[in-house]
């Protein structure tokens, strides 16, 4: 720690720091472009200047750049400074002589860093009146919008998607003062991460197409703290909403998870939200045909259902919230309640909380995975499965630049000395997959096998690490590969093992393990990262429910009620085997969007999407998230019957004369006192009973306007807001709605913003230091953490003769409800098989003929891709595409030339 004197005030601070970030983290406020927490410092908008002095004694000082100063102790500055404060404003004004006089038209008014920083400085009016540069805008995909004549040059946007994302498509163009930030000629934006560019940019120059196409204002949309429900990770996200339709999504500050960073697939696929199609009224099939029904005519139809004498099945989900599902199995039993996924994925989650769980290895956060100085990438490409882990990964490998920096004495801060010193240096990355990644280009070592060769080499490293784990035969190069990935991670630091479900195989999960168990024997800081299906799969995996397989071969034994929790089953099993099945059972479907399953159901309860429900859910490290309501359907149509899952389960419960569930509360205290592995899901997030100075906590900004207008259509008078019995969060903009005096939970904080601060930038003022914990600490609580010891897996897996199935999965396009958004469907690939070539060649298939695929009882024509990279005798199937049915990694597959 260093103290350092600002003003006449003496402060203590993190001697690391440079005093741009001293003083935010002190809660001053200094102008400022250029600089970014998780981009460092380059000093190039000369706009955070402040006025050094020597001493106390010293009256003269001068100007320096704040960001590019360290906080080194006894340091003497002036904020307040006149010559500083002018100096501050005239960089203002010479960055307004370009740019546009747009503000009211802007999509980033009233969300603008740059409006913030020119308040702040106090600049008013501009005196330029002549012509100003101007420049073309470009294409740049279905999520990004262009307009260059905002931009002032920070290099923030280059800096981010090069160096931090790893893209290679956007750069800087020109000379002189025109400076052109775009691609080499339109076209769609490749990275995964280009969305985070409309955050990055101080201006208006990246901005969020989709949230063009029904732009509202910040100040006039509501908000809530919710949990993106697209992969396992639970990055934390702010959605807005605005006449009854989520408008845009922005990230929201996690210091473990997702930092100040989504992916494309999190931020840009809610579309299944606003989907007109969506089922929003309980319906009820006669004589083929939907029927709609009111609510309560809809729970009594279910009671009258389910009061019957047929046998109940419930089959859950792991989309669905741990309330949602705990709701289910009250309601038919813990002995009827059943795990909605088949049996090879409830294995491989059961397998993946069993490692977390009774293992001696933690769970890496992806803070940790940042830091990591050696990893081990086992199977898993994490760009298709958990997209932020595969941005964590890249800067684990960047985390040679901070080493390097460190040895010649200059801080990691300092970006274009640390870029210098480090050059193209990289920890050591080692990724062994059936197929090839984006991470390659970064890797040490990229190294393709089968699923049998990926078991053997992993089993191999544990050896080299730990004689007592079991050997397997290898040839000479795998050895000597396994012996360097192994050498390399017992000198680590901070050591990291990743792998998962991709693959299908849990002798590769068993093997991956092994590592590490090995590794924490003589590495104590070792961790591990395992990459689940989907949002709530280890909180589905916590019931310890049977899989689907078992659920259905029970439906098929006798005529049965079946309740589906937002599940569509044809994702999960073949047409045959659910016809067969539910054939002559009464379905009943919970769910919020149309699907194979509640096309088949003989009653549809409409259930709420994330952004219209509360629930819980456990993220791939085992933490528990609350995810909240952003706002409530009935208020703009009280003949909308969208409610949560589980409240509809409460409602049938009373009705078939049972208690019922008064609010959210109350279902998370059945649950934690029914099953102690979910004991500690209510420390999540404070309850609905928590306020701050004697009231809730606002949804949305205090200047939210037009809120009579958002039911002009309704009725001319304004009701009363909702009000919100399931949490300490209120709608609309009453409550409390304030940064200063109280300190708001993380949990409960909706979006970002701060008197003087309305743009992204506003998170430094909810965190205890900048780039660090939230004030209070990071939301979640976890369920589970690591033992002290386990043994060793078995980790075999037979080499399979004839060609087996290798899932592969797509950023676009796999995950179920974000492939519903109209702009990812944009980014999402055509179906296809992937082959070996020397396979192909043995079968006289050609790249991108029309190949016949027998798999099971289907029968697909798709586009051939003949890969070098794929091992011989596996079949690369797309997880979720169009056209793609229901697959079982390791299932054999016959192809053909030929359609």
Same mark, same amino acid.
């Given at each position: 720690?260093?103290?350092?004197?600002?003003?006449?005030?003496?402060?203590?601070?993190?001697?690391?720091?440079?005093?741009?970030?001293?003083?935010?983290s002190?809660?001053?406020?200094?102008s400022?472009?250029?600089?970014h927490?998780?981009?460092?410092?380059?000093?190039s908008?000369r706009?955070?200047?402040?006025?050094q002095?020597?001493?106390?004694?010293?009256?003269?000082?001068?100007?320096?750049m704040?960001?590019?100063?360290?906080?080194s102790?006894?340091?003497?500055?002036?904020?307040?400074?006149?010559?500083?404060?002018?100096?501050?404003?005239?960089?203002?004004?010479?960055l307004?002589t370009n740019?546009?006089?747009?503000?009211?038209?802007?999509?980033?008014?009233?969300?603008?860093?740059?409006?913030?920083m020119?308040?702040?400085?106090g600049?008013?009016?501009?005196?330029?009146?002549?012509?100003?540069?101007?420049?073309?805008?470009q294409?740049?995909?279905?999520?990004?919008?262009?307009e260059m004549?905002r931009?002032?040059?920070?290099?923030?946007?280059?800096?981010?998607?090069?160096?931090?994302?790893?893209?290679?498509?956007?750069?800087?163009f020109?000379?002189?003062?025109?400076?052109?930030?775009?691609?080499?000629?339109?076209?769609v934006?490749?990275?995964e991460?280009s969305?985070?560019?409309?955050?990055i940019c101080?201006?208006?120059?990246?901005?969020?197409?989709?949230?063009?196409?029904?732009?509202? $204002?910040?100040?006039?949309?509501?908000?809530?703290?919710?949990?993106?429900?697209?992969?396992?990770?639970?990055?934390?996200?702010?959605p807005?909403?605005?006449?009854?339709?989520?408008?845009?999504?922005?990230?929201?500050?996690?210091?473990?998870?997702?930092?100040?960073?989504?992916?494309?697939?999190?931020?840009?696929?809610?579309?299944?939200?606003?989907?007109e199609?969506?089922? $929003?009224h309980?319906?009820?099939k006669?004589?083929?045909?939907?029927?709609?029904?009111?609510?309560?005519?809809?729970?009594?139809q279910?009671?009258?259902?389910?009061g019957?004498?047929?046998?109940?099945?419930?089959?859950?989900s792991?989309?669905?919230s741990?309330?949602?599902n705990?709701?289910?199995?009250?309601?038919?039993?813990?002995e &009827?309640?059943?795990?909605?996924v088949?049996?090879q994925?409830a294995?491989?989650s059961a397998?993946?909380?069993k490692?977390?769980?009774?293992?001696?290895?933690?769970?890496a956060?992806?803070?940790?995975?940042?830091?990591?100085?050696?990893?081990?990438?086992?199977?898993?490409?994490t760009l298709?499965?958990?997209?932020?882990?595969?941005l964590?990964l890249?800067?684990?490998?960047?985390?040679?630049?901070?080493?390097?920096?460190?040895?010649?004495?200059?801080p990691?801060?300092?970006?274009?000395?640390?870029?210098?010193?480090?050059?193209?240096a990289?920890n050591?990355?080692?990724i062994?997959?059936?197929?090839?990644?984006k991470l390659d280009?970064?890797?040490?070592?990229?190294?393709?096998?089968?699923?049998?060769?990926l078991?053997?080499l992993?089993?191999?490293?544990?050896?080299?690490?730990?004689a007592?784990?079991?050997?397997?035969?290898?040839?000479?190069?795998?050895?000597?590969?396994?012996?360097?990935?192994?050498?390399?991670?017992?000198?680590?630091k901070?050591?990291?093992?990743v792998?998962?479900?991709a693959?299908?195989?849990?002798?590769?999960?068993?093997?991956?393990?092994?590592?590490a168990?090995?590794?924490?024997?003589?590495?104590?800081?070792t961790?591990?990262?395992?990459?689940?299906?989907?949002?709530?799969?280890?909180?589905?995996?916590?019931?310890?429910?049977p899989?689907?397989?078992?659920?259905?071969?029970?439906?098929?034994?006798?005529?049965?009620?079946?309740?589906?929790?937002?599940?569509?089953?044809?994702?999960?099993?073949?047409?045959?085997?659910?016809?067969?099945?539910l054939?002559?059972?009464?379905?009943?479907?919970l769910?919020?969007?149309?699907?194979?399953?509640t096309a088949?159901?003989?009653?549809?309860?409409?259930a709420?999407?994330?952004?219209?429900?509360?629930g819980?859910f456990? &993220?791939?490290?085992?933490?528990?998230?609350?995810?909240?309501?952003?706002?409530?359907?009935?208020?703009?149509? $009280?003949?909308?019957a969208?409610?949560?899952?589980?409240?509809?389960?409460?409602?049938?419960?009373?009705?078939?004369?049972?208690?019922?569930?008064? &609010?959210?509360?109350?279902?998370?205290?059945?649950?934690?006192?029914?099953?102690p592995?979910?004991?500690?899901?209510?420390?999540?997030?404070?309850d609905?009973?928590?306020?701050?100075?004697?009231?809730?906590l606002?949804?949305?900004?205090?200047?939210?306007?037009? $809120?009579?207008?958002?039911r002009?259509?309704?009725?001319?008078?304004?009701?009363?807001?909702?009000?919100?019995?399931?949490?300490a969060?209120?709608?609309s903009?009453?409550?409390? &709605?304030?940064?200063h005096?109280?300190?708001?939970?993380?949990?409960?904080?909706?979006?970002?913003?701060?008197?003087?601060?309305?743009s992204?930038?506003a998170?430094?003022?909810?965190?205890?230091?900048?780039g660090?914990?939230?004030?209070?600490?990071?939301?979640?609580?976890?369920?589970?953490?690591?033992n002290?010891?386990?043994d060793?897996?078995?980790?075999?897996?037979?080499?399979?003769?004839?060609?087996?199935?290798?899932?592969?999965?797509?950023?676009?396009?796999s995950?179920?409800?974000?492939?519903?958004?109209?702009?990812?469907?944009?980014?999402?690939?055509?179906?296809?098989?992937?082959?070996?070539?020397?396979?192909?060649?043995?079968l006289?298939?050609e790249?991108?003929?029309?190949t016949?695929?027998?798999?099971?009882?289907?029968v697909?024509?798709?586009?051939?891709?003949?890969?070098?990279d794929?091992?011989?005798?596996?079949v690369?199937l797309?997880?979720?595409?169009?056209?793609?049915p229901?697959?079982?990694?390791?299932?054999?597959?016959?192809?053909?030339?030929?359609?």
């Amino acid at each position: 720690m260093a103290k350092i004197h600002i003003d006449g005030n003496t402060h203590e601070v993190n001697g690391a720091d440079n005093l741009l970030q001293a003083c935010l983290s002190l809660g001053l406020d200094i102008s400022y472009f250029c600089w970014h927490p998780a981009l460092g410092s380059v000093g190039s908008c000369r706009q955070c200047a402040v006025k050094q002095y020597k001493d106390a004694d010293d009256k003269n000082g001068r100007i320096v750049m704040s960001c590019m100063t360290p906080a080194s102790d006894g340091t003497y500055i002036s904020i307040a400074d006149e010559e500083a404060k002018d100096f501050r404003e005239a960089m203002v004004a010479l960055l307004m002589t370009n740019h546009p006089h747009d503000c009211p038209v802007c999509e980033e008014g009233g969300h603008c860093h740059l409006q913030d920083m020119t308040v702040m400085t106090g600049h008013h009016s501009r005196d330029y009146r002549f012509t100003k540069r101007t420049h073309n805008n470009q294409y740049l995909g279905p999520f990004i919008g262009h307009e260059m004549n905002r931009c002032i040059s920070c290099y923030r946007c280059v800096r981010y998607y090069k160096d931090y994302a790893g893209g290679k498509d956007l750069g800087v163009f020109g000379s002189a003062s025109r400076v052109y930030f775009g691609r080499a000629e339109d076209g769609v934006l490749e990275s995964e991460f280009s969305g985070n560019l409309t955050e990055i940019c101080p201006t208006g120059v990246f901005t969020d197409k989709t949230h063009s196409e029904h732009y509202t $204002r910040k100040w006039d949309m509501q908000f809530a703290p919710a949990i993106c429900t697209g992969c396992a990770v639970g990055c934390n996200i702010s959605p807005g909403e605005r006449y009854g339709e989520v408008r845009r999504i922005e990230n929201r500050y996690h210091g473990e998870i997702n930092g100040y960073f989504l992916c494309d697939r999190g931020r840009f696929g809610y579309g299944h939200v606003n989907s007109e199609d969506r089922p $929003r009224h309980a319906l009820i099939k006669r004589e083929g045909k939907w029927l709609a029904l009111s609510k309560p005519d809809a729970i009594a139809q279910a009671a009258a259902v389910l009061g019957g004498h047929k046998p109940l099945i419930g089959i859950g989900s792991p989309r669905a919230s741990l309330e949602a599902n705990f709701a289910l199995r009250a309601l038919v039993g813990a002995e &009827n309640f059943y795990a909605g996924v088949s049996a090879q994925d409830a294995a491989l989650s059961a397998l993946c909380l069993k490692v977390l769980r009774d293992g001696p290895v933690p769970a890496a956060t992806i803070k940790r995975i940042e830091k990591s100085d050696a990893v081990f990438v086992l199977g898993e490409d994490t760009l298709g499965t958990a997209a932020r882990v595969a941005l964590a990964l890249r800067q684990a490998a960047r985390g040679m630049l901070a080493t390097m920096s460190a040895e010649k004495r200059v801080p990691e801060w300092q970006a274009n000395s640390a870029n210098d010193i480090a050059q193209h240096a990289l920890n050591p990355l080692f990724i062994a997959t059936p197929v090839a990644t984006k991470l390659d280009e970064i890797a040490a070592v990229a190294h393709r096998a089968s699923v049998a060769g990926l078991v053997a080499l992993a089993q191999t490293v544990a050896h080299a690490l730990d004689a007592s784990a079991r050997a397997v035969k290898v040839d000479a190069d795998t050895a000597a590969l396994a012996q360097r990935i192994a050498d390399t991670l017992r000198a680590a630091k901070k050591p990291l093992i990743v792998s998962g479900t991709a693959c299908g195989s849990t002798a590769l999960i068993e093997a991956a393990a092994n590592v590490a168990f090995a590794l924490q024997k003589v590495n104590a800081a070792t961790a591990i990262t395992l990459a689940i299906p989907e949002a709530n799969s280890f909180g589905l995996a916590l019931f310890n429910a049977p899989a689907l397989d078992a659920a259905l071969a029970k439906a098929a034994q006798a005529p049965s009620v079946v309740l589906v929790l937002e599940n569509d089953l044809s994702r999960r099993a073949t047409a045959t085997v659910l016809d067969e099945s539910l054939s002559k059972c009464t379905v009943i479907a919970l769910d919020h969007q149309q699907t194979a399953t509640t096309a088949t159901s003989a009653l549809l309860l409409p259930a709420a999407s994330f952004a219209e429900g509360d629930g819980t859910f456990v &993220n791939f490290e085992g933490r528990a998230q609350r995810s909240f309501q952003t706002y409530d359907p009935a208020y703009y149509d $009280r003949h909308v019957a969208t409610q949560e899952s589980w409240r509809w389960i409460s409602e049938v419960r009373v009705a078939l004369g049972q208690p019922a569930w008064a &609010n959210l509360d109350a279902v998370i205290a059945d649950a934690e006192a029914s099953l102690p592995v979910l004991k500690g899901i209510a420390a999540a997030a404070p309850d609905a009973s928590f306020r701050l100075q004697g009231a809730k906590l606002a949804r949305a900004p205090q200047r939210q306007s037009g $809120r009579t207008a958002a039911r002009a259509n309704v009725f001319v008078h304004e009701p009363r807001a909702t009000q919100d019995a399931d949490s300490a969060l209120a709608f609309s903009m009453e409550g409390v &709605n304030s940064t200063h005096a109280v300190t708001r939970p993380a949990a409960l904080i909706p979006f970002a913003w701060s008197p003087g601060w309305n743009s992204p930038s506003a998170w430094n003022k909810f965190q205890s230091e900048v780039g660090g914990a939230m004030k209070g600490g990071d939301s979640g609580v976890h369920l589970f953490k690591h033992n002290g010891a386990a043994d060793y897996f078995p980790a075999q897996l037979e080499v399979a003769e004839s060609l087996t199935v290798l899932p592969m999965h797509s950023h676009f396009g796999s995950e179920e409800l974000s492939a519903k958004a109209k702009p990812i469907q944009e980014r999402i690939p055509q179906a296809y098989v992937a082959i070996n070539v020397a396979d192909a060649q043995r079968l006289g298939i050609e790249h991108q003929s029309l190949t016949r695929v027998e798999l099971g009882e289907y029968v697909l024509s798709l586009p051939a891709k003949v890969r070098v990279d794929l091992p011989q005798g596996s079949v690369g199937l797309p997880v979720g595409l169009a056209g793609i049915p229901p697959l079982t990694a390791g299932a054999s597959v016959r192809l053909s030339k030929g359609a």
